[in-house]
């Protein structure tokens, strides 16, 4: 059966209210603000707007829940199935909440839909499983003693996730956070709330208890703070810059001392050895920065190239580069879309200005993209002959430009690789097994990909060495971030 092209009509929500305690409804303060199509400037909802009052009441509901009514009681097999029947549900409605992303944000429905929602569904599944398999242990203590731990939720945990993949950090977040019986105060980031919010709508509907899962939309400095510094949260995961997760673990720090976990940012290298097969690692360095318009913490910002292989490689770069499809996210061939705000592409703009005065040369792009439509398109960029030591080299740009780098030792390579204040992730093209597993152990980074790059698996797990965070998502790690250790001992 051919499915129905959805409409941006079809998918945009009439109202966009807060989920409180179960229900829809608007800010204390009565405030809303307008969430724009970052392709074509129009405003695609107008949303309630959280501030410190309903964050309160949305802890308070987290907080009942947490506590008392049918969730603080529910035994664990029944935690897992309320979360398999949400999977189930995102899975029926994908196609509506594909869209929903590829509006809101600007990148491309061939993307929300082929990856984004894959990687939620099996976010949601993979956790929804973990539910009644989480164990303590028993332990041969000395003296007349039983000693064995408990497993407990932490509690009442707030979230606070990006715009890049607004469904994927909410799955991120969420499955864990349920899996282990916490409930929940998510905040989304004002560039893109309205998947979020249909998401609660799911919530609600596979039969979560209110109070659970509370969505607050709102902005960082007003509702995200007043989440990171509560008295009554007991833990703050947060994705974002590294700049705000240094703020939030502040607040954490001055308010309760709750729990934190950070996904940051990254600046990770990608290096391409003279042996590599060439053609894989051109087109593993085009998906490693161009990928989601390059707005993607462990995207492969500084290409490092050997010498022998440099000018072929960057002239096949410049090539795929060139052929990029950038334009309307709703076509189903764009492979690029839109940045998500304007304030996104200006710092990019500002970021390819800097490169030029520091005599980066431009292979290809640099400027915004006029021709793709009157939304913030930018052209697919490479900067070549990067130093180490310019900022293109040492920032997080978070758009679409690549910074390639000379080496001609591959010790070298290691080194200038490790050499930035960020630890995400890392990549190494090279045909020579023995030399991938030892460069692989040598790069600092919570993620290192050989002979590939961006591949994820909600079992396995993502996080950051250094500035790029605290703890890890996915796999059974994540589970860790939401649990409490209790070590019980009955005299015998
Ligand atoms: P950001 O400010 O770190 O935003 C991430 C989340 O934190 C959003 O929900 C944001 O809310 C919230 N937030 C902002 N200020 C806050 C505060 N004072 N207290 C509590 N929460 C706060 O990121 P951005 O401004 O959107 O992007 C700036 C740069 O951050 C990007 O250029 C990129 O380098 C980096 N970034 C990294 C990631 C990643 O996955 N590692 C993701 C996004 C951005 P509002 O959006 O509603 O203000
Ligand atoms: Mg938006």
Sequence with gaps: ???????????????????????????????????????????????????????????????????????????????????HRFAELVAENAEELATLDTLDNGKPIRETKNVDLPLVIDCLEYYAGWADKIEGETIPVSGPFLNYTLKEPVGVVGQIIPWNFPLLMAAWKLGPALATGCTVVLKPAEQTPLSALRLGELLCEAGFPPGVVNILPGYGPTAGAALASHMDVDKVAFTGSTEIGRLIMEMAAKSNLKKVTLELGGKAPNIVLPDADLDAA?????????????????????????????DEFLNRLKKHAESIQVGNPLDPNTQMGAQVSEEQLERILGYCESGKKDGAKVLTGGERNTAAGSGYFMKPTIFAEVKDSMKIAREEIFGPVVSAIRFSETGDAIQRGNRTSYGLSAAVWTSDVKKAHNIARKLRAGVVWVNTYNVFDAASPFGGYKESGIGRELGKHALANYLETKSVWVAL
């Design 282 to 310: 051109v087109k593993g360095a085009v998906t490693g920065i161009f990928f989601n318009q390059g707005e993607v913490c462990c995207a492969g910002s500084r290409l490092f190239v050997e010498d022998s292989i440099h």
């Design 1 to 83: 059966m051919a499915t129905a092209v959805l409409t941006p009509e079809s998918v945009l929500p009439k109202q966009a209210k807060l989920l409180i305690n179960g229900e829809f409804v608007d800010a204390a303060s009565g405030k809303t603000f307008e969430t724009p199509n970052p392709a074509t400037g129009e405003t695609l909802a107008v949303v309630a707007e959280a501030d410190k009052e309903d964050v309160d009441r949305a802890v308070k509901a987290a907080r009942k829940a947490f506590e008392e009514g049918p969730w603080s009681g529910m035994n664990a097999r029944a935690r897992g199935r309320l979360l």
